[in-house]
């Protein structure tokens, strides 16, 4: 049973660019979330999708966008990157919306410059 | 608004010692309870969680308290070992819908030989 991953581990963007963040989820989990913890802070919920539709959402603007797949694989989108989207991007997959433990990928460092 | 707490940034014990990081929450709708470990260049691990409707969960050298009316976690860890040795998130989910994680900022542990 192979555990989540994400790609790619590291990033640097500047400011105004886009970024695509991609992650699979661990196998028999169809629920995907995303998070981003930016230095010294702990991981601030963006987005999470169920069965390839958003399923609820963070305080985080609409530039940030994402999709699951039929393998339930997710990327993250941000669009108009800016200095303070510098963070690392972490990815939690579940069974059944998230009520089962969330289990996270290593992420994915971005850094704007 | 920090609806979770951890407001020890760092916490160092010895080895064969107990380790006790403590949390504290606001919103009486969390339901769940989750405490997640993270080393460098890694995403958090899964430790051990509690529901909210009970008083104490226990797997191995780590135990976890919470105190309803307190609205305070806390995670035991004996007797602590060197390789325990990284940063302690407490997470708080609230159910409906979706599930989302709201974490503190974390504890740094260290576990001196």
């Known amino acids: 049973e192979t555990g989540v991953t994400q790609s790619p581990t590291h990033l640097i963007k500047t400011r105004g660019q886009q970024v695509t963040l991609r992650c699979s989820s661990q196998?028999?989990?169809?629920?995907v979330s995303w998070y981003q913890q930016a230095l010294g802070q702990g991981p601030q919920f963006i987005f999470q999708?169920?069965?390839?539709?958003?399923?609820g959402r963070g305080n985080f603007p609409p530039r940030f966008s994402g999709l699951q797949f039929p393998n339930y694989s997710s990327e993250l989108n941000v669009n108009a990157l800016e200095l303070d989207d510098s963070a690392l991007y972490l990815c939690?997959?579940?069974?059944?919306?998230?009520?089962?433990?969330?289990?996270f990928g290593p992420g994915t460092r971005l850094l704007v410059l | 608004d920090q609806q979770v707490k951890q407001n020890s940034p760092s916490l160092s014990v010895q080895e064969g010692r107990i380790s006790i990081l403590n949390c504290d929450y606001t919103?009486?709708?969390?339901?769940?309870f989750l405490w997640y470990k993270k080393y460098p260049a890694e995403g958090p691990t899964f430790l051990i969680s509690?529901?909210?409707?009970?008083d104490k969960n226990e797997d191995g050298r780590f135990t976890v308290f919470l105190n309803k009316s307190a609205k305070h976690l806390s995670l035991h860890i004996v007797p602590s070992q060197p390789g325990d040795s990284a940063v302690y998130f407490c997470?708080?989910?609230?159910?409906?819908?979706?599930?989302?994680?709201?974490f503190g900022a974390g504890t740094r542990l260290a576990v001196h030989p």
């Open positions: 939690a997959s579940s069974g059944d919306r998230g009520y089962e433990t969330q289990y």
């Open positions: 196998s028999g989990h169809n629920t």
């Open positions: 999708y169920y069965r390839e539709e958003e399923n």
């Open positions: 919103n009486s709708m969390f339901d769940y």
């Open positions: 509690i529901s909210s409707i009970k």
């Open positions: 997470a708080a989910r609230i159910s409906g819908g979706y599930n989302k994680l709201i």
